[in-house]
């Protein structure tokens, strides 16, 4: 694989220089939330990982400006070889809830594989109330 020559960390705003990802349409909120369950059915092959990150904003900021974070999963991902997918939860906030308070939020998955890439697929989102 050739290297970037100017890569781009995945946290900053546009760009991002890993070939592979799924980046949801930003959503809007009708109420102010403080949290973000993620859920998903994962497959990672070895050699591969997915790592998913987010963005919120409040009603007079542009969401697009915003610098992506990256969120750990809840529980780890096994590598599997196999057609198998697995749940994973990734949980911005914790379970209380700790981030400012959001409206818009927006979320990314980058999947990185050497020779197969990790695949997800039925995302769920919750969002957790002020």
Same mark, same amino acid.
């Given at each position: ?10 946290? /900053? #705003? +546009?760009?991002? =220089?890993?070939? *592979?990802?799924?980046?949801? &349409? ?6 102010? $939330?403080? @949290? ?34 990256? /969120? #750990? +999963?809840?529980? =780890?991902?096994? *590598?599997?070889?196999?057609? &198998? ?6 949980? $911005?906030? @914790? ?36």
């Amino acid at each position: 694989m050739t290297p970037h020559i100017n890569a781009v960390d995945e946290t /900053q #705003p +546009t760009g991002g =220089t890993t070939g *592979s990802k799924h980046i949801t &349409s930003p959503v809007i909120l009708e109420l102010d $939330a403080v @949290g973000i369950e993620t859920k998903a059915l994962v497959n990672i092959p070895d050699g591969a990982d997915v790592v998913m990150y987010y963005r919120t904003a409040t009603t007079d900021e542009n969401i697009y400006d915003k610098y992506w974070i990256q /969120q #750990p +999963t809840v529980n =780890t991902i096994p *590598s599997d070889n196999g057609p &198998s997918f697995r749940d994973v939860t990734w949980l $911005a906030g @914790g379970q209380g809830g700790t981030l400012n308070p959001f409206n818009q939020v927006q979320t990314k998955f980058v999947l990185k594989g050497t020779d197969l890439p990790a695949t997800i697929r039925n995302l769920r989102f919750r969002y957790l109330a002020v």
